[in-house]
């Protein structure tokens, strides 16, 4: 969970910049784990235009080759 929840605030922080699933790893000080995360946007009738300001975003943290998997999913209002 600590390793997701540092990806999900990585990715919050660059969110304009991050384009497509993005993965990678946590390197020496983490061996064996590697992540992955996505931006997806919202559609929602019940929030309406609202949504097009949020985005959802996903984080999978896996261990020893996806043996192991943990994803965090947490939403975003994105504001200019």
Known sequence: P?????KIT???????NHREDQTGDF????PGYAWRSSI??????T???????????????????EEFV???TTYWLVQE
């Open 2 to 6: 600590f390793l997701a929840q540092f």
């Open 27 to 30: 390197g020496d000080e983490f």
């Open 10 to 16: 990585e990715t919050i922080a660059d969110i304009s």
């Open 70 to 72: 943990y994803t965090l």
């Open 40 to 45: 997806k946007d919202i559609e929602s009738e």
């Open 47 to 65: 929030i309406g235009s609202f949504a097009e300001k949020m985005k959802q975003i996903n984080v999978s943290v896996t261990f020893n080759e």
